[in-house]
């Protein structure tokens, strides 16, 4: 019963959507799983010029709107898919819905070092995309902890 219930809220808030957003929605979740096998195929500034690809056309509308919209349609997708869809993978999928209506961003991968314990330390990386030099879906304080492994110019 509990997992009907589950479910019925899953479904109400993809009904809640627009037309628009439940496109955008089915878009995000097949792009996540394109960009998954492509990352297991594929090297990797192969799959993040595709991702890019389309970013040189003007977009139309209010593109911080759109970057937030799209960027809740492949958060939906990603915590509703088949298995764990990581940031990476988040990020190349949204850059690729964004190249698609003519919105540049820059992807961001960045490694932190985190103390375990006395003797150990831990390295972790994240990935993100920033739009007109802003995170997307993150905060700024977060995205500040960590140390960008390439300068925007290199990963190209």
């Given at each position: 019963m509990g997992s009907?219930?589950?479910?019925?809220?899953?479904w109400r808030s993809?009904?809640?959507?627009?037309?628009?957003?439940?496109?955008?929605?089915?878009q995000a979740w097949l792009l996540l799983l394109g960009v998954d096998l492509a990352l297991r195929l594929m090297p990797f500034r192969w799959?993040?010029?595709?991702?890019?690809?389309?970013?040189?056309?003007?977009?139309?509308?209010?593109p911080v709107a759109m970057v937030q919209r799209l960027w809740r349609c492949v958060d939906m997708a990603a915590r509703n898919h088949l298995?764990?869809?990581g940031c990476?993978?988040?990020?190349?999928a949204l850059q690729a819905l964004l190249a698609q209506r003519g919105i540049r961003t820059e992807l961001r991968i960045g490694v932190r070092k985190e103390v375990?314990?006395?003797c150990q330390a831990v390295s972790t990386a994240h990935a993100w995309l920033e739009h007109e030099g802003r995170p997307i879906g993150q905060?700024?304080?977060?995205t500040a902890?960590?140390?960008?492994?390439?300068?925007p110019e290199a990963a190209r």
């Open positions: 009907f219930r589950w479910m019925r809220c899953k993809v009904l809640a959507l627009s037309g628009g957003e439940r496109w955008a929605l089915a799959v993040q010029a595709l991702a890019e690809r389309g970013q040189s056309g003007r977009a139309t509308g209010d298995y764990s869809m990476l993978r988040r990020a190349l375990a314990t006395a905060p700024e304080a977060m902890q960590y140390a960008s492994l390439l300068a």
